[in-house]
């Protein structure tokens, strides 16, 4: 699709992939055309797979911004809530392809998955903010809420703990993890079950699961409370 990632379908199964040659941030053009992609995979397939390139699904939101400027930070996270609440609320089963490292947003992206398959190695994956002197946005608080053992909710919060794959399992971040070659047939393996889903049942019942806690997230982010991902001082 652009050179930041890319769009395939076969068998019904939709697949996304970020590659933009470094950390898959979370630049405003990024998330624009995977916003893109995920309305595309809405008519073209029945269920919707994203994934990163070998060795990393996502860095984060795009340092540039948010260490620059501070007036163009708000619009960047802003951004950023409207993504990834699609893509929790996403009307399709959503499995999230965890190839590598995943910190910070790239941690939310998985979260938002129905099923996310990590791999084997010496990755990270995790909300490292407050070891970097920023604070989590409501969205991230509700994806973290949602989805993390919630024995493990404020080490993997306010203590910005990273966990290797194996660890994700156990805190709830990936519901599964894979040895390298054999990755690609466990994502296969995965959608082939998902795609068993009735779809309109799906979202049905991600509206009734999910839709509070997104729209509080919106409502949260677009009145700038708190104050959006700012650096504390």
Request: hydrophobic content about 45%; overall charge negative.
């Given at each position: 699709?652009?050179?930041?990632?890319?769009?395939?379908?076969?068998?019904?199964?939709?697949?996304?992939?970020?590659?933009?040659?470094?950390?898959?941030?979370?630049?405003?053009?990024?998330?624009?055309?995977?916003?893109?992609?995920?309305?595309?995979?809405?008519?073209?397939?029945?269920?919707?797979?994203?994934?990163?390139?070998?060795?990393?699904?996502?860095?984060?939101?795009?340092?540039?911004?948010?260490?620059?400027?501070?007036?163009?930070?708000?619009?960047?996270?802003?951004?950023?809530?409207?993504?990834?609440?699609?893509?929790?609320?996403?009307?399709?089963?959503?499995?999230?392809?965890?190839?590598?490292?995943?910190?910070?947003?790239?941690?939310?992206?998985?979260?938002?998955?129905?099923?996310?398959?990590?791999?084997?190695?010496?990755f990270r994956i995790g909300l490292n903010e407050t070891t970097i002197g920023l604070e989590l946005p409501v969205f991230a608080i509700e994806l973290a809420s949602a989805c993390l053992d919630r024995r493990?909710?404020?080490?993997?919060?306010?203590?910005?703990?990273?966990?290797?794959?194996?660890?994700?399992?156990?805190?709830?971040?990936?519901?599964?993890?894979?040895?390298?070659?054999?990755?690609?047939?466990?994502?296969?393996?995965?959608?082939?079950?998902?795609?068993?889903?009735?779809?309109?049942?799906?979202?049905?019942?991600?509206?009734?699961?999910r839709g509070a806690a997104a729209r509080r997230s919106i409502e949260a982010q677009n009145a700038g409370s708190p104050e959006p991902y700012k650096a504390s001082m």
């Amino acid at each position: 699709m652009t050179e930041l990632l890319t769009f395939d379908v076969a068998d019904d199964i939709a697949t996304i992939t970020l590659d933009d040659g470094k950390a898959n941030a979370f630049s405003h053009a990024m998330m624009r055309d995977l916003s893109d992609a995920l309305d595309q995979a809405t008519t073209a397939a029945d269920i919707t797979v994203i994934r990163g390139r070998k060795g990393i699904l996502c860095g984060g939101f795009d340092l540039k911004v948010i260490q620059g400027d501070a007036s163009q930070v708000p619009a960047l996270v802003q951004a950023g809530a409207r993504l990834l609440m699609k893509a929790w609320m996403h009307p399709q089963p959503l499995l999230i392809g965890v190839t590598g490292h995943a910190v910070a947003a790239g941690a939310l992206l998985a979260l938002t998955g129905d099923h996310r398959i990590g791999v084997t190695g010496d990755f990270r994956i995790g909300l490292n903010e407050t070891t970097i002197g920023l604070e989590l946005p409501v969205f991230a608080i509700e994806l973290a809420s949602a989805c993390l053992d919630r024995r493990a909710l404020s080490q993997a919060t306010i203590g910005a703990r990273l966990y290797s794959p194996h660890e994700a399992v156990e805190v709830g971040y990936l519901d599964q993890v894979a040895v390298p070659g054999s990755f690609d047939d466990a994502l296969q393996a995965a959608a082939t079950r998902l795609k068993q889903l009735d779809g309109p049942a799906v979202a049905k019942v991600k509206q009734r699961l999910r839709g509070a806690a997104a729209r509080r997230s919106i409502e949260a982010q677009n009145a700038g409370s708190p104050e959006p991902y700012k650096a504390s001082m």
